[in-house]
């Protein structure tokens, strides 16, 4: 007896329907994967990659973790991004948040949330560092929403410091790095325009923010 049988049932109507609107669709699917476009976000329900951007299986590389975090410890998002570069290729790497993101804001707590605060560790430290500036913004939910912002441009400036991306960029490779950032009230997808395909970019990005 299959459990959850209504996700089966999406799952017939779902891949019929595909079948339908692009004949052939999964039979090159299972030949290739080519994406040039990779995406770090939160894992979040509410913030599906595919859907936002309207990408069909196969056109997007994703990985997703609590508050699209990039730790140079994390080696499920170095092999991720490791694959994605050296062996996908990819041109592009999007950091994407969201506003009013649940674990920005319990970093931004003055109380323990148990193991969830050794992985917001660095938002933490990042939200103590524009505590003060960040307070002279009018209410809780913009100093969140400002928090997300610059939770994306620290991740970031992560990505592109990884030896992956320094290595890639070294030998010429093609490689984009964006951040960006998406409302969950609206459906909207916002760029930050803070976008580097180069070390000397990168440096001026981390001279120019003083937040981060």
């Known amino acids: ?25 999964f039979e090159k ?14 894992a979040d329900s509410r913030v ?17 973790n609590v508050a699209n975090l990039v730790n140079h410890t994390d080696l499920n998002l ?3 991004l490791q694959f994605g570069v050296d062996v996908l290729q990819v041109e592009h790497i999007m950091v994407v948040g969201h506003y009013g993101c649940g674990g920005v804001r319990a970093a931004m707590e003055d109380e323990p949330h148990g193991l969830i ?16 500036s960040l307070g002279e913004l009018p209410d809780e939910q913009a100093r969140v929403d400002r928090m997300c912002e610059l939770n994306v441009e620290r991740q970031l400036v992560n990505v592109a410091n990884t030896t992956i991306v320094q290595e890639a960029w070294r030998r010429g490779q093609k490689l984009n ?16 325009k803070l976008g580097v395909q180069s070390n000397q970019e990168l440096r001026q990005l981390e001279a120019d923010s003083y937040s981060v």
């Open 177 to 192: 790095v964006h951040g960006w950032i998406y409302s969950i009230a609206d459906g909207h997808l916002s760029d930050l």
């Open 29 to 42: 699917l299972v030949g290739q994967q080519q994406p040039k476009l990779l995406w770090i976000g939160c």
């Open 117 to 132: 605060d050794n992985w917001l560790r660095q938002v933490r430290e990042l939200y103590l560092r524009n505590r003060k």
């Open 78 to 80: 170095l092999s991720v």
């Open 1 to 25: 007896m299959k459990t959850l049988p209504e996700l089966f049932d999406n799952n017939e109507e779902w891949r019929h329907r595909i079948e339908r609107e692009h004949p052939g669709f």
């Open 48 to 64: 599906p990659a595919n859907e936002i951007v309207g990408l069909m299986p196969g056109e997007l590389f994703v990985h997703r």
